[in-house]
């Protein structure tokens, strides 16, 4: 690894060197964070994955520990440990993946020591040891396994062929016999497109099933729940080997079945932010982490000897409009260094900086009138050759807005993925935009509104550093902008492949 690679973040979680792709086991046992992931330590490639582990008190520093999971010499993962989750099961830590073999994976149990560094796999394993009769399954993997009525239930990713994307469904009394029950939920592949970012795909990679917590003000101030409950099934469509984007529906859990109620973009950064996991910790607050994919080469990632980036964490809840509000979780705070503060003012067309640096956190509140368009130029250079531009217009008359992300002059490197992305925002009459934009060299996580959409940029130029907010069109208040530096979640040297 370069020693000053400018491309590799400091505040975000990465591997130790390698390859990290999805977030898995998330965990809060007995106080102490655990964050497992996809881990190829010997090569920046994706190849013969592993469980990398870390662990945290506060979700914004960590502690490398053991790799966890290694892909038999033989057996049914010898080609790699893939995703699932870490259960408790009446106090012993388990873990539920699916062990590759050839180009099949199939459901496989490890249980693990009091301090979760050890696992021994279960010789049993596969816990489940074929597809289930009667469908033709263009892939099966993943899980997502809870406690329900004193059983156990367990979600497969899935598609049934010439329909799409599917989650099967399972229970279970010991988490080692499973009975299928059914396809929870199947999508229709041939609605939605893939640059509308709302094709399901012909797999489910990495379903999540859960009821998130109500929004501050989402009850109306009732201090209760005024909707009824809504639960939401998260996935990440995938089709033929290519990863698309996480998507969600709002529905029903019914038990057998989830009755959806509508289709919805997780992150308007598509791939970026991939193979989502969550888990909710003792304060009972819903956590989602998700993996960002490089945007360069594989030769790119072989040179820099990492690849992939963990989002920081982010609270899940569900908004007053019935769609899912994200934001990083209060601890990232913690990080924030010093400070540069705007107070209230008209936007103008004269940039207005927000300092300099690769490493930001960006607090932006505005009001903007119908019609008007705003924009946060980041990584730019003096002469604004180089720069990364988000965009938020409110419409020019009713409610929403639009976020988009032009990287067209990102890098000056023509290999890295330029392509732009956007999507809907909020606004509600009074014109109000809220905006959280973390800069983390490479990494890039814009909440508007309490809408995601993540990102990589590569910068080439060492002063394409500079942040600023101008006016494009229409009228606009900024009622404060916020810019911080933020400190390295690594403070010391941080061994090799532990
Ligand atoms: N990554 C894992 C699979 C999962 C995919 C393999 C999602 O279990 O379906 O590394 O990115």
Redesign the pocket.
Known sequence: LAEADRHRPRFHFVSPAGWL??PNGLTQWQGTYHLFY?YNPTSAL?HR?HWGHATSTDLVTWTDRPVALVPGDDGPDRD?C???VLVDDDGTPTILY?G?HGDR?LPCVATGSADLDTWTKDPGNPVIDGYPEGLELT?Y??HCVWRENGRWRQLV?SGIAGRGGTALLYDSDDLRTWRFVGPLLTGDATRGTVEGGDWTGTMW??VDLFRPPLAEGADGGTGHAVTDPVDVLVF?A?DEGV?HHPLYWTGRYRGDSFEPSALHRLDYGGRYF??PQSFRDSAGRRIVFG?LQEGRTDEAMVAAGWSGVMSLPRLVTLGPDGLLVQAPVPEVASLRAEEERHAAQELTADPLSLGSGDQRDLEVSLVLDPGTAIELALATTPDGTETTVLQVIRADRGEGGTITLDRSRSSLDPSVDASPRSGSVPVGDDGAVSLRVLVDHSALEVFANGRALTARTYPTSADARRASLRLVAGSARLVRATSWTMRDTWPGPRPLYP
């Open positions: 792709n999805d996809q994706h994955i790699g893939w995703s699932g699916s590759r994976e892939a993997r993943d990713g990679e990495c990440s995938w990863t991939y193979a993996w």
